[in-house]
């Protein structure tokens, strides 16, 4: 005779199984959303793993580089290390943390409901994300399925002839080079979808003239991918037809050109470094004139200066290559292009301090990270300059001045625009104020430790200490310089992992943050925090620059009132 189960098994059983069908649930609905706001939030959470598996690397060399005659790491693994960290460091976080920022913000921005073609925003971020879990997975099958699996030893520049097959056997390589191509059409892709959605998508009233700064940024950054990445692209194509189908682009003994291979890079290479800064602009644009009270100054020439910054980055790029002999007409043209791009940046750079003269500057967390990338930048656009100069980017080319030099734009300029971009705009996304406390704790800390690793790293470079080297002497009066640059890392390594923890701590405890914390003007925080799936419920009007400021204050004689929402996302009596 069958029994029957007990109906309280049976309850049990449906009681077990319910959080796991919620949590299938909510995975299915992340994996195959469409949604411009889920998936900013996954750009930004992938590019946030990968910032923390590279600043494992690079803490990582730092111990081997703390003493001389180190063997921490073996010269083998330095190079997969320095190769993965710089890759990883451009590839993996800097483009799909500023993507993910601008995938969230600019449909929120110019009041629209979505980007202009949703699937292909979803198809751009998998495709990325599918290129940097392949550049790892080199480390299980860089060697072929029947060695020992090795990640890529050849720079994230990987200059030929060390790209060759004979230099670099088994599939490491190919790895690097695969990946990067993927990742190349997810962000021409991502890249198509900002320009559509900023000139197509944008909500009444919302001229090209009253654009948000940050949405024009993104605009100028979309338009040098386009440029900018074909080359790339190209030359990754040239290498696999090299090291496969017997063609000698970059294989000198044949006829081919290792220069070659530096023009198509760095054609790519430099224009990269402004994609990756313009954002950051971007963010200080919007986060600057809140916290000073006073509305940007001088739009036009703001405008007028990215768009300068990203039309003469384009020639720009050899300045990489004053030692490798391109002759002095060249090297001419080079010098002054590299000093014409400082003009329109320095515009920027006068126009904020402008905007913060006089204003009513509160220091929050957002802020203080803002000020600290405007003096870094600053030190960093000098150092620049210096070597934009042929005859001294000669003697120091190769060495660790140019290291502390592009890490100084990289994290000081970019890493801390994006940390006051998290502070300013997580109360956003997340519902949750992050903590001002754990934020102090964390600005000043990595404040401490950027300063002790960079300013530090300039004067090894001074002394001769080339990059790429995995040890040196102890006689070659490097030793003390170096143990400063990697306790640096240390207090940035404690000031990021603190940064991460404050994130889910808020998350969870923080305190709710309401539709408008800092009660700004730009129409994202005209919505509920988060928004909605929709956006808006009713698209809004504007007629200004600063719509929720007209909203806010119609007493204001310069307001333009003409939203159709209240703050909140309520509909306007």
Same mark, same amino acid.
């Given at each position: 005779?069958?029994?029957?189960?007990?109906?309280?098994?049976?309850?049990?059983?449906?009681?077990?199984?319910?959080?796991?069908?919620?949590?299938?649930?909510?995975?299915?609905?992340?994996?195959?959303?469409? *949604?411009?706001?889920?998936?900013?939030?996954?750009?930004?959470?992938?590019?946030?793993?990968?910032?923390?598996?590279?600043?494992?690397?690079?803490?990582?060399?730092?111990?081997?580089?703390?003493?001389?005659?180190?063997?921490?790491?073996?010269?083998?693994?330095?190079?997969?290390?320095?190769?993965?960290?710089?890759?990883?460091?451009?590839?993996?976080?800097?483009?799909?943390?500023?993507?993910?920022?601008?995938?969230?913000?600019?449909?929120?921005?110019?009041?629209?409901?979505?980007?202009?073609?949703?699937?292909?925003?979803?198809?751009?971020?998998?495709?990325?994300?599918?290129?940097?879990?392949?550049?790892?997975?080199?480390?299980?099958?860089?060697?072929?399925?029947?060695?020992?699996?090795?990640?890529? *030893?050849?720079?994230?520049?990987?200059?030929?002839?060390?790209?060759?097959?004979?230099?670099?056997?088994?599939?490491?390589?190919?790895?690097?080079?695969?990946?990067?191509?993927?990742?190349?059409?997810?962000?021409?892709?991502?890249?198509?979808?900002?320009?559509?959605?900023?000139?197509?998508?944008?909500?009444?009233?919302?001229?090209?003239?009253?654009?948000?700064?940050?949405?024009?940024?993104?605009?100028?950054?979309?338009?040098?991918?386009?440029?900018?990445?074909s080359p790339l692209t190209a030359a990754q194509i040239m290498l696999m037809l090299d090291r496969y189908l017997g063609s000698h682009f970059f294989d000198t003994q044949a006829g081919g050109s290792a220069v070659l291979w530096m023009h198509f890079f760095w054609i790519f290479g430099h224009p990269e470094v402004y994609i990756l800064i313009l954002?950051?602009?971007?963010?200080?644009?919007?986060?600057?004139?809140?916290?000073?009270?006073?509305?940007?100054?001088?739009?036009?020439?703001?405008?007028?200066?990215?768009?300068?910054?990203?039309?003469?980055?384009?020639?720009?790029?050899?300045?990489?290559?004053?030692?490798?002999?391109?002759?002095?007409?060249?090297?001419?043209?080079?010098?002054?292009?590299?000093?014409?791009?400082?003009?329109?940046?320095?515009?920027?750079?006068?126009?904020?301090?402008?905007?913060?003269?006089?204003?009513?500057?509160?220091?929050?967390?957002?802020?203080?990270?803002?000020?600290?990338?405007?003096?870094?930048?600053?030190?960093?656009?000098?150092?620049?300059?210096?070597?934009?100069?042929?005859?001294?980017?000669?003697?120091?080319?190769?060495?660790?001045?140019?290291?502390?030099?592009?890490?100084?734009?990289?994290?000081?300029?970019?890493?801390?625009?994006?940390?006051?971009?998290?502070?300013?705009?997580?109360?956003?996304?997340?519902?949750?104020?992050?903590?001002?406390?754990?934020?102090?704790?964390?600005?000043?800390?990595?404040?401490?430790?950027?300063?002790?690793?960079?300013?530090?790293?300039?004067?090894?470079?001074?002394?001769?200490?080339?990059?790429?080297?995995?040890?040196?002497?102890?006689?070659?009066?490097?030793?003390?310089?170096?143990?400063?640059?990697?306790?640096?890392?240390?207090?940035?390594?404690?000031?990021?992992?603190?940064?991460?923890?404050?994130?889910?701590?808020?998350?969870?405890?923080?305190?709710?943050?309401?539709? *408008?914390?800092?009660?700004?003007?730009?129409?994202?925080?005209?919505?509920?925090?988060?928004?909605?799936?929709?956006?808006?419920?009713?698209?809004?009007?504007?007629?200004?620059?600063?719509?929720?400021?007209?909203?806010?204050?119609?007493?204001?004689?310069?307001?333009?009132?003409?939203?159709?929402?209240?703050?909140?996302?309520?509909?306007?009596?």
């Open positions: 005779m069958a029994t029957q189960t007990p109906v309280t098994e049976v309850l049990d059983l449906t009681v077990e199984k319910a959080p796991q069908r919620r949590w299938l649930e909510v995975l299915h609905d992340w994996v195959t959303t469409v *949604d411009h706001k889920k998936i900013g939030l996954m750009y930004i959470g992938y590019a946030l793993f990968f910032l923390v598996v590279a600043g494992f690397e690079a803490l990582l060399m730092r111990v081997q580089l703390a003493v001389p005659n180190n063997h921490f790491v073996s010269p083998q693994v330095f190079n997969r290390l320095f190769t993965m960290h710089g890759t990883t460091m451009v590839f993996f976080v800097g483009m799909p943390i500023l993507f993910g920022f601008g995938n969230y913000l600019i449909p929120l921005m110019i009041g629209a409901r979505d980007m202009a073609f949703p699937r292909l925003n979803a198809f751009s971020f998998w495709i990325s994300a599918f290129g940097g879990l392949l550049l790892y997975f080199s480390y299980f099958g860089g060697s072929g399925l029947y060695g020992a699996g090795s990640a890529p *030893d050849v720079g994230w520049f990987a200059y030929a002839p060390l790209t060759a097959q004979v230099f670099s056997p088994g599939h490491s390589t190919d790895y690097w080079t695969l990946s990067l191509l993927l990742t190349g059409i997810g962000t021409i892709g991502t890249s198509l979808n900002i320009v559509a959605t900023a000139i197509c998508m944008r909500c009444p009233g919302m001229k090209m003239s009253r654009l948000p700064l940050l949405v024009w940024l993104y605009l100028v950054t979309s338009c040098m991918v386009f440029v900018a990445v954002p950051a602009f971007a963010f200080a644009n919007e986060i600057i004139p809140v916290f000073s009270r006073k509305a940007i100054f001088g739009y036009p020439a703001m405008v007028a200066a990215s768009v300068g910054i990203g039309f003469i980055s384009l020639s720009v790029w050899a300045h990489h290559m004053f030692a490798v002999g391109m002759g002095p007409g060249a090297n001419t043209f080079f010098v002054l292009a590299t000093m014409a791009v400082s003009v329109p940046t320095g515009i920027k750079i006068f126009n904020w301090l402008a905007t913060l003269w006089g204003g009513k500057i509160r220091f929050t967390v957002s802020m203080m990270f803002a000020v600290g990338f405007l003096f870094q930048f600053l030190i960093a656009g000098l150092t620049g300059i210096m070597l934009s100069v042929a005859p001294f980017d000669w003697q120091l080319t190769g060495s660790y001045f140019v290291v502390a030099h592009f890490h100084y734009v990289l994290v000081g300029a970019i890493l801390f625009m994006l940390f006051s971009a998290f502070y300013y705009w997580y109360p956003k996304m997340s519902g949750r104020m992050l903590s001002e406390t754990m934020g102090k704790w964390h600005f000043w800390l990595f404040l401490i430790g950027f300063h002790l690793t960079f300013d530090f790293m300039h004067v090894p470079g001074l002394l001769g200490m080339p990059r790429r080297i995995y040890t040196y002497e102890a006689d070659r009066g490097w030793m003390i310089w170096n143990m400063v640059v990697s306790s640096g890392a240390i207090f940035q390594t404690i000031a990021t992992l603190l940064f991460v923890y404050n994130m889910v701590w808020s998350y969870f405890k923080g305190e709710v943050a309401g539709a *408008d914390p800092w009660d700004a003007w730009t129409l994202e925080w005209s919505t509920t925090s988060p928004p909605a799936t929709y956006n808006f419920a009713k698209i809004p009007s504007v007629a200004s620059r600063r719509p929720l400021w007209d909203l806010k204050h119609p007493e204001d004689p310069d307001s333009h009132y003409e939203t159709t929402e209240k703050p909140g996302g309520e509909e306007r009596p």
